[in-house]
């Protein structure tokens, strides 16, 4: 009781002396000592005048709480040294409350306030009056003010709500003072700003730059701490962003939709948009297009954006130019999250075999969910739809597959039922793990080739050389197998590797080996040739036993070491 | 009167079935029910702002007259402390349980409840409910876990397994799983209440047992691929990958198992398994209020003279 008697007395008396307006009334029932120790987030009211609107009759109620004051102040007082000007004190242990900043700015500890102070405070040659005890006229108790309860710690705002303008305020603008609360010591600093002083002055900044007044309460939600920086700073980032050849309407909308764009230094912002031209390669023009679009690049880290342009140059493969044709169109790329972006890569490339150019073409699905792709990918291949190379007919457009709401997914691409997809959304089956994907280095040449070659031809030569190519056409006419109708693999001999590759040949190409093995037969019994038409050419080679043949000398290399054991 | 938001948060307490996608943690697929619940129940309209009344003293040149009498004039102004923007939504949270979970690789039916029916929840699964699994199989294939996800550890020939071959196994593997359900129910073999157990079909295990199988069946077989429709007991899906190994090793060959999908769980079946564009608070409303129905109507034909199948249902 003592700690809140003097509080409330240390603080009407050095209101008092700095704003002659009006009387300031504190609470008096509540005692700061019983309240709990984990009052986390907890607020102290700074009592301003403004709060309370009635004020009878300063001088008389003044002279009364003087007296009482110094009565109080001589039984109780203790020398206590004064600290600094820190605005956070920790007067109970563990709890994050903010007392009240006054202009004498002398700290309560432990109850007690330096004498000297005291004593000058008060005239003690005042004429010894009125007591706490003396009774008063019924016209008088009518005109004293009875304040309202505020509590001088609390957990939420909901308590000075009423009584604070401009919380009041926020509150009609539409700042969702709720989840402020819940930030560690955003509602001190809230309870603590005047609303004519601070916070009007940065409104109507906000306004002239162009934000419109139903994105304010968002912006304040997002970014309280707008309603602290520093006007000059505000005005000083903004010249910057103009000076970049931002347009008005551009800084507008990348201020209202990156709420913490005005609070980071010009340096910063400037460190940024030179790391994203220079990174990126793209011209100033296109720089600024990219980051009026996603004005976060400018707030967060930059550690994330490397991280991710690096997956897409390393891992993916992308060519410069593609990447930055990637970022134009998406720009979300640059902040994505590493793990979805990846999983989505390998998704569409790997199991879709979707190349590299044609993502390109189309880079929102790098930007789409993962599920809808597969579960969408899955229902055409079902239906036998899934067909995305343009050059072939009944072309799916990724676009369309992607961005489509699921009815008019259903309808234009598949030609199905919207009940029909989701029956079969409820028979899919967990996808394998591509072991490709899994088997990847993180080194430059290695991986960007084995991602672009991976849809290549099986049959490509290692070397694309044309003189090595004419000499292998070569080569194959004057083995002279083909002029019997024979393949290569048709001439393999017959160990038992062979054999048991043969084994497993499938059906119809066993069966056309046979043909062809027995046409040969025939032509070298009758010791004639195919006419030139006909004869096997070096294009048409196809050579279908080396994979089966390949996996047969693997698993017998494989039981010859576990033998060796 | 209730408010809106809580009317509807009352309509959504109930259970209902969802369709987990694979390769998703059920918490993540619980998180985001919640998360959609807590939009739709919010969404109602909030209440009209309560006003309360101010008395504002005259200005000081009343006072200054030295009349007596102090007027005082009264002035309605709303109360902030109610307002949504200072308290916050009416609901932060709301109890999302989960019944008999799914892992990652698996999909299937999924059972929730919300609120209150998260007792009748525990209950349901108390009771020993049986459910349904449709398990694809590959033959050829070891690998360290199970499931074609996992290290290859072997691989077999699988050309001389043929369709009798494999259901002649099944059918081993069924009658052992028999046996082991009589001798769980711990109901003395040569009693008459044994005997009529047996002939309702209630002859099961009611307290702590082992994974069994109670039905086993074999729907497609096309080497490598085959597929099994299980109907089981307190499994686990790693249980049922095990199960499918081991038959491939019964066949002198090893199998892997590339999908577990959960196609009915107790009475909840996959037809009315809500996919993830219907997770909203409206579809599962009707979900609850589809299943409280046929609940009635199941109980309305279970109640009839005589007869009493009693499978799976113990839930009111």
Known sequence: MALTCIQHCQRCTSLLRSRSVGITTLQYSTDAQHWPAALWNSFIVPVLPSLLQRSPNPSQTRQRWNLGVRSYCESHAKVQPSQTKHRNTDELPGTDMVSYQNPVSHQLIDGGMLLKEWQTAFDLDDAPGHSALEEISHEEAVRMDIPAALPPVSISLKDYVNESETLGKLVQLGVQLWKLEQRPNVGSMLLRLDFQTDVTPRLVFLKQLGVEDSRLGYLISHNPFILTESLENLQARVAYLRSKKFSAESVASMVSRAPYLLNFSVKRMDNRLGFYQQQLGLSAQKTRDVVARLPRLLCGSLETVKENLKICKLEMGFRENELQHIVTVIPKVLTANKRKLTQIFDYIHNTMNIPHDLIVKFPQVLNAKYLRIKERHLFLQYLDKAQYDPAKPNYICLDKLVSLPDEAFCTEVASATLKDFELFQKTIVAQPRMTSFSERHFTHNSTQTFFRQNNMASRAPATTGRLLVSFRKWYYNAAGFNKIGLMRDDTIHEDSDVKEALRRLPEKVYNDRMFRLKRALDLSMKQAVLPKEQRTQYEEDVHYLEPYLKEVIRERKEVEEWSKK | ?316
Not at chain 2, 38 to 43: F, P
Request: hydrophobic share 35%.
């Open chain 2, 1 to 316: 009167m209730a408010r809106p938001s809580v009317r509807v948060f009352h309509k959504l307490e109930g259970l209902f079935s969802i369709y987990k996608p694979p390769g998703v943690h059920w918490k993540l697929v619980r998180d985001t029910i919640e998360t959609n619940l807590l939009k739709g129940i919010n969404a109602a309209p909030p209440p009209a702002p309560r006003q309360r009344v101010q008395f504002l003293a005259e200005s000081t040149s009343v006072v200054a007259e030295g009349s007596n009498e102090l007027t005082l004039s009264a002035a309605s102004v709303p109360a902030l402390a109610h307002h949504p923007l200072v308290s916050g939504p009416d609901f932060q949270h709301i109890g999302v349980g989960v019944g008999h979970r799914l892992d990652v690789f698996s999909s299937g039916v999924l059972v929730l409840g919300v609120g209150q029916s998260n007792k009748a929840l525990t209950d349901l699964y108390r009771s020993h409910v049986t459910r349904d699994y449709t398990l694809e199989g590959e033959l050829g294939m070891a690998t360290d876990n199970f499931s074609h996800t996992g290290r290859l550890i072997e691989r077999t020939t699988y050309d001389h397994i043929t369709r009798d071959k494999l259901e002649r196994v099944l059918a081993m593997m069924q009658g052992s799983n028999q046996k082991a359900l009589l001798t769980y129910s711990k109901v003395d073999m040569s009693t008459q209440g044994a005997y009529e157990l047996a002939v309702k079909g209630e002859l099961r295990p009611d307290g702590k047992s082992p994974p069994i199988m109670t039905g086993l069946r074999l729907l497609h077989f096309q080497p490598p691929h085959f597929t099994l429709e299980v109907q089981c007991l307190n499994e686990t899906q790693r249980y049922l990958c095990r199960i499918l190994h081991e038959v491939g090793l019964e066949l002198r060959s090893t199998a892997v198992c590339k999908g577990v999908r959960r196609t009915r769980d107790g009475p909840f079946t996959i037809q009315h398994a809500l996919t993830h564009q219907h997770w909203t608070s409206p579809d599962v409303i009707q979900a609850i209020r589809q299943y409280r129905s046929s609940r009635k109507a199941s109980k309305a034909k279970h109640t009839q003279p005589g007869k009493d199948t009693g499978t799976t249902d113990h839930l009111c």
